[in-house]
């Protein structure tokens, strides 16, 4: 049943997961294939693989979560939510593009550069921007450690080289 006060479209969660969150079945995890729509209050049919190996009753609380690459924006520091890739040109809303998620590449520098050869996070100050990772951001609950600085020193608001390692 959608416990949502939101109608939920066809397949709006496809390619994202299914977790079984509390009673029978709880701790199971499943990738959603497809869904059907259903209005608030109203039963929602989802496919899922790989099946089920404890079976779940109509007590059993779900959640869902999107696919991470659907509905991508500009990474906010300020938002719940986690960078997933770099893109290597600007990218007009509403459009597909390339997605760089680990490997070398170029990251613009921002106000406090990454030390050369040392970790890096997505800047706290201004989106798009790459700063030193800093163990006291990540225990704030912010600014996750997306690769690693290159082999040459950049200066403040230039690019220089990176290797990311968000998603192999």
């Known amino acids: 049943t959608n416990g949502s006060a939101a109608v939920c479209t066809d397949n709006v969660f496809q390619g994202g997961q299914l977790f079984v969150t509390d009673v029978t079945g709880e701790g199971q995890n499943f990738f959603i294939k497809s869904h059907s729509s259903a209005a608030a209050s109203a039963t929602i049919t989802v496919e899922i693989t790989p099946a089920v190996h404890v079976a779940m009753t109509s007590q059993s609380q779900c959640g869902f979560v999107p696919n991470p690459y659907y509905g991508v924006q500009l990474y906010d520091p300020t938002a719940e939510s986690f960078p997933v890739g770099m893109t290597n040109k600007a990218v ?26 040392g ?19 990540v225990a704030a609950g912010v600014y996750p450690m997306i690769g690693i600085a290159g082999p040459l020193a950049v200066a403040n608001t230039e690019t220089g080289p990176i290797f990311l390692m968000i998603c192999p």
Do not use: H, K, R
Request: a negative charge; one cysteine or more; aromatic letters at 14%.
């Open 92 to 117: 007009t809303s509403g459009y597909y593009f390339w997605l760089q998620t680990w490997g070398p590449t170029v990251g613009l520098s921002g106000d406090e550069p990454p030390v050369q050869g």
């Open 119 to 137: 970790p890096i996070a997505p800047s706290s100050v201004t989106a798009g921007e790459l700063a030193q990772y800093c163990v006291n951001t």
